[in-house]
């Protein structure tokens, strides 16, 4: 990991960075091939991606249906859920931990000192769907989806001694704090190729309704449960856009996505007297593409024009350049592989790869996975319909 980020909201500020998961868009072709999808998306998953791919597409297209897409990314790079886990069965295993033996305090303490100092642990869950109906008059797309991302850290008690009764007085006194930020989203996308000179290009645009979620809790060690991350919540609804463009020719392309146009803000709770109130940022994000989408080869390049912000007290910032590339079997299979970095080191640089079946081109399903290093990585699956 290279740097702190929103976990520190949870430690005090006094853990100095960690990782958020990279991948926050659930769209498995993309994933595999590095999460690139500005010029390489399909009209199905134009709206998550470039709004104007909606417009590219095969004369034969008539509807497809996605549902669902979903993605997870985790960052455990201490194996912290394991070791809190251990450590709960142990205490739980003398009720409150009364009568324990000496080996089992030591076992105990043990596990409290792996604690102490570890990274924040951070996860990443969205899911997404979509209804589109190519036309040559204009492409629509209903569209919906969202994340969430929790990230925990613990804040252990420093050691009291080795007696069942110091390390029982330990484990009491030792918390563990947890934020979470959530998007959801659903709306339309409008795409229409045009000639102009004679060049092709795409507009697109997607307005759409958001609802904007924050989390945050603070509690000791023996009642930690990622699950429980939605217990305080704070939520704001707002209305967004996002615009797109594309050149193609042939297999040719190059393109221009903005997402989030109105830049959005949201506080989480104030989790005690200790942790302040932060705010989160939902600021616009422009990506350019380059790529080549060939019958049997696709490549692809974007780069983040703009950092992507979540924090405003913290220095949490992500700005990445992508790779994918994408070998198609006659339109049966689909390989990909990619590669991301983040030019701000906020995150590891991570590699990607995938799969693709799609029979009959009536129904594709895709599956792909990301590794950033050890305890830190990513899978997520498409399952699609066209007609």
Known sequence: MKKTTLAVVCALGTISTSSIAATQMADARSNGMGNTGVVSADYLLAPFHNPALGALHRDNDDVGILFPAFGLTAHDQDETIQT????QDLYDRYGDFTGATPSDAAELNKFMDELEGNAPVAVTAGLNFAVAIPTRAVSVNLFGGGYTEVIAATMITPDKGDSADQVKQRYDESKFAMVAFGVTEVGLSFAKSFELGDQNIAFGISPKYQNLLTYSQVDFIDNFDLDDYDKSERSKTAFNVDLGMAWHSGPL?????????????????????????????LNPQATIGLGY???????????????????KELNDDTQFLRFGVEGNAWGWAQLRAGYEMDLEDTLDDSITAGIGISPFDAVSFDIAGSYAGENQFGASANLAFTF
């Open 253 to 281: 392309r190059a393109g221009l996505a903005m997402k989030n146009l109105f830049a959005q803000e949201i506080e989480t709770e104030v989790l005690d007297a200790t942790i302040g109130r932060y705010t989160y940022e």
């Open 84 to 87: 809190i886990d251990d450590a």
């Open 293 to 311: 989408a060939g019958e049997y080869l696709a490549a692809s390049v974007d780069f983040d024009l703009t950092k992507q912000k979540r924090f």
